[in-house]
Every structure is written in structure tokens, then in C-alpha cells.
């Protein structure tokens, strides 16, 4: 019986002198598909071992994240997302501590993704896919910290979130305390995620001496900024009466205070590191342009709507002019 299959499956791949068998078509045709995906050249096909490199495992944790949390972009534009994550990898394959990086990219990616404001425009896609470059670049690129490094990193954030918690309660004595304790102890998590895996640039390098003390004086200099913020967020007498029929949380006003006040300090932090690279800066002021344009079109889209009501209401009228003196001059005749 066995010497029957196999006489048989040598039958099927048997083939005329010159022309190759099917078996052997089959083989190159999944050759050729392997190799024509970009991503799949770029990344490699396979290691020796046979299993998925650390690059397509990367870029396949990151088809996750966005899953789970999908953007409203056509599949088009994803297919290009992370067709731009892959040539900033592979641009910098040569780099030390590669597989340590690449791991870096996975865990980051996914509560950097999360915390996307996505939308379905064009303008908006570019800027997110030219962020994302430059954080890859950036991480491939840069010398990575260090235990002792990332340990004062913390040590540095902690004291910095200290200082701003206990400046914002001596600012807004009614505040309760433990709200203010739970914004910070959310920004520190966020933080220490950000430590760990340090996708986003700030998370890169400790602060000087000099760096702190700058930052906590630019915080000072934001607090008649977090009095508008306190009116926005309902602040007053009346307010403060209402206040106590909210529910615990992050939708508590005092909670939502020293959150968005302590989101002044990040981008603080963001001014002491290089610029963003040129292209993110073209795709940035594109979206700008954008928005002024959008903003344009429904400011003239509304004069035109008011325009068109004047002029239906003008028919109207004069449709009923006409129809009194049309009934009035009926009622005239002999």
C-alpha cells in the first residue's frame, strides 16, 4: 500500500523533460509572493530557524494594537502606517541593542496608540504617520538609558509631579487633596510606562539640574493659564455647590483640574528636546492649512445657509402678497 502512494505522488510531480512539475510551480509561485510584499523583503522572510523575524513579530504586535483599537482609516492607509514604522526600522538594522529596541517598540506602541486623537481626514493621517517615524527613527538612533538612568529619571518625575501636585493645592486651597493625589498618581503611571519603554522622545534622556529648575519656573508661569482652566471647568460659587453631586473619578471637577494642569508640565518637557525633524513639520503645517480651509468652507456653507433662508423667506412673503391681491381682485369683479 505504502509503495502504491508513493509510486503515485511521484506520478503527479512526474513531468515531461523541460518542463517543471506542479509541485515545483507551486514552490516558486510562494517564492515569488513572499518575496513581492514590501514589508516582507524588508523585514525578512524567515530566520535559519524557521520562525517569524524579531521585525515581523514587531510589526505583527503592532496589527494588533491597531486592531484593538481601530482608527478610521481605509485599509490602504493602514497598510502604509506600518509600511512607514518598517523602513524606519530597517534603515537602522545595524544598530546596537537592535532585539532590544524592536521590544521596545511593541510594548510602547500599544499605549501610545490608544492614546491617538484619529480621525477619518487625510491631514491628520499624515501628521500621525510622520510622528511615528520620527519616534522609531529616534529610538533606533539614540543611545539608550541605562538602570541608573532610567531610575533617576523616575526620581526626577516624582520630585517634579511633587512640586506641581503641592503648588496646585497652596493655588486652589478648595481643592480636594485626594482628587489631586489620584491626577498625580495617573500621571506617574504614565510616566513610568514612558520610562520603560521609552517610544516617545522625552523618555530618552534624564533632565539636567538646570532643566528642572527651568521646568518648574515655566509650571509658575502657567497659573493665571489654570484659573481660565478653573472657569472652563465650571469653577465659581455656583459650581462648587454642583460639585458634590458629581460622581467620584476621573469626571470630578478637582480631578479634571489636576489632570489638564498637570498635562501643562509634558509639554514643558517637550520644549527642552530637539525639534521635530522637517518632514513632521511640513505634514503639521499641512494639517494646520487643513483645518483653516475646513473652517473656512463651514463658515461660507452657513452665510450661504442664512442667505438661502433670507431669500426663501422673501419668496414666501411675496408668494402671499400675490395671492391676497390675486384674491382681492377676484372679489372685486362684477
Known sequence: M?????????RQDSAPR??????????????????????????????SSGGPSPLEETLAAIRVSMAHSPAPWPQAWQEEY?????????????????AVRLQILRDGFG???????????????????????WYVESLMSTELPGNEERQKLREQYRNLLDHTAGALITQFPF???????????DHLAQCWR??????VPVFLHSLTEDQMNQLKERWHNLRYARVDL???????????A??????????????LLAQRSLDQLRGQVWSLIPGPPEYYQDAAGNQRAALKQRAQSQAEARAQERRLGVAVWQTEYLSLLLGALLETAQEQQP
Open 2 to 10: 505504502m509503495a502504491r502512494r508513493t509510486h503515485a505522488f511521484q
Open 18 to 47: 523541460g518542463r517543471p512539475g506542479v509541485f515545483t510551480l507551486i514552490k516558486l509561485l510562494a517564492f515569488v509572493a513572499i518575496g513581492a510584499s514590501p514589508i516582507s523583503t524588508a523585514a525578512g522572510a524567515m530566520e
Open 82 to 98: 506600518v509600511h512607514t514604522i518598517c523602513q524606519a526600522v530597517t534603515g537602522h538594522q545595524d544598530a546596537s541593542a537592535y
Open 111 to 133: 499605549p501610545y496608540w490608544d492614546g491617538l486623537r484619529k480621525s477619518g481626514h487625510r491631514s491628520l493621517f499624515e501628521v500621525h504617520q510622520a510622528e511615528i517615524r
Open 175 to 185: 481643592l480636594d487633596p485626594n482628587r489631586v493625589q489620584a491626577a498625580k498618581s
Open 194 to 199: 514612558g520610562i520603560e519603554t521609552p517610544l
Open 230 to 240: 478653573w472657569w472652563q471647568l465650571g469653577g465659581g460659587a455656583p459650581a462648587r
Open 242 to 255: 454642583k460639585k458634590t453631586q458629581v460622581s467620584s473619578g476621573a469626571a470630578h471637577p478637582d480631578y
